[in-house]
């Protein structure tokens, strides 16, 4: 009863978790967006994806609970119906200190639209911030007509 081929096996699966968490922190500290551009575009990738959670993490407060409300109304969707690729036509920042307001032209594949984002930098992190138009909340009855149109739009 030899117990010698075990412990390569075992020493071999250590040493494997160890890398993959070691490479898991370095991909997550790449990952973190440098400028206000790059952060609004992995906003993005994250909304259209209906990952409101990832969204939130490089969002402040304040956005992080808009974001509650948008995904208890997705939710109540089919989620294949609400996701959506987006393309940024256009997206140009302008910085003052530690804010950043950026116009943006998205298009996605039912429309092209134009918004700004507020970016607020916290502990040298670029946040997407609730802007003052998006504090006020949609009407669940609204969202939900939109959300139905574009269902048949799918159909």
């Not at 991909?27 to 906003?43: G, N, V």
């Not at 969002?59 to 959506?84: G, H, P, Y």
Request: proline share 3%; net charge negative; hydrophobic share 40%.
């Amino acid at each position: 009863m030899k117990k010698w081929p075990l412990i390569p096996i075992l020493l071999g699966m250590v040493i494997s978790a160890a890398c993959t968490r070691k490479d898991q922190a370095a991909i997550a500290e790449q990952a973190i967006p440098q400028t206000p551009e790059e952060t609004i575009r992995l906003y993005q990738s994250f909304l259209d994806q209906n990952d409101f959670e990832q969204a939130k993490s490089i969002s402040t407060a304040k956005e992080a609970e808009r974001l509650n409300e948008i995904a208890l109304i997705v939710a109540a969707e089919s989620q294949d119906s609400t996701r959506t690729v987006s393309r940024f036509l256009k997206l140009q920042c302008a910085l003052a200190q530690d804010t950043a307001r950026c116009a943006c032209t998205i298009q996605d594949q039912y429309e092209t639209y134009d918004t700004d984002f507020i970016l607020v930098r916290l502990r040298n992190r670029w946040l997407i911030d609730a802007s003052p138009q998006e504090e006020i909340l949609f009407d669940e009855e609204e969202l939900e007509h939109v959300l139905d149109g574009m269902l048949e739009q799918i159909h």
